[in-house]
């Protein structure tokens, strides 16, 4: 079981929606959970971290962690076609354990 | 600042030849990060450093791989001899206390 887990997509929403991205994690000790945004052909970039329980809310982006359930996602409302990217889920189980998912496609339709 | 720096951003060589690239990473962040990236395989650390300190390099995939980092403001990543199969996005990322990394733009090889 890999660490850290994603649904590859491609994800497709009409422009204005809402899109939910998920991701699951397999170590209860894990920390710390990042959501980076990566254009093609572009390194990955920060855009959300969260380290409890809840929802932590940035704009038009929302992370939302359950630890009980392993999972943490993010939300973009009022999607744009500038926010088609691949977004990766990054886990920290540990100071020395940090890990990717494999990154799920979006794409927003005008 | 000007971000996380690498050079060069693309790299075309023949299989058997010694490829270098090089990061400067943000000052005052005291973790550096080299991952490689592809599509089969996702983005995979394969070393880091605190403190310019080697501290994880289980991810080098074998002795071809090597990676220094003589001070705070550089580090190397070193394939010889470079093989079709290390063809990928090679990414430095720099942080401070080893959580929000910042990445630079990527270097593209591309063994022949």
């Known amino acids: 079981q890999k660490e850290v887990e994603q649904n590859s997509g491609p994800l497709s929403v009409p422009e204005g929606a809402i899109a939910s991205l998920n991701c699951t994690y397999s170590?209860?000790?894990?920390?710390?959970f990042f959501w980076y945004r990566q254009y093609s052909g572009k390194s990955p970039e920060l855009i959300m971290s969260?380290?409890?329980?809840g929802d932590k809310e940035d704009g038009r982006f929302t992370a939302q962690l359950n630890k009980a359930s392993q999972y943490v996602s993010l939300l973009i409302r009022d999607s744009q076609p500038s926010d088609s990217a691949t977004y990766l889920c990054?886990?920290?189980?540990?100071?020395?354990?940090?890990?990717f998912g494999t990154g799920t496609s979006l794409t927003v339709i005008p | 600042d000007a971000g996380v720096i690498q050079s060069p951003r693309h790299e075309v060589t023949e299989m058997g030849q010694e490829v270098t690239l090089r990061c400067k990473p943000i000052?005052?962040?005291?973790?550096l990060f080299w991952y490689r990236q592809t599509m089969m395989r996702g983005l995979e650390l394969l070393i880091y450093?605190?403190?310019?300190?080697?501290?994880?390099d289980s991810g080098m995939p074998e002795d071809r791989f090597s990676a220094k980092m003589p001070n705070a403001s550089f580090s190397t990543l070193k394939i010889q001899p470079s093989e079709p199969r290390d063809s990928a996005v090679y990414f430095c990322?720099?942080?401070?206390?080893?959580?929000?990394?910042?990445f630079g733009p990527g270097t593209r090889l591309t063994v022949l």
């Open positions: 990322a720099s942080s401070l206390h080893r959580s929000s990394k910042f």
């Open positions: 170590d209860r000790g894990s920390q710390s």
């Open positions: 969260i380290y409890s329980n």
């Open positions: 990054a886990v920290m189980i540990t100071g020395n354990q940090f890990y």
């Open positions: 000052s005052g962040h005291d973790y």
């Open positions: 450093f605190n403190n310019n300190v080697p501290i994880d």
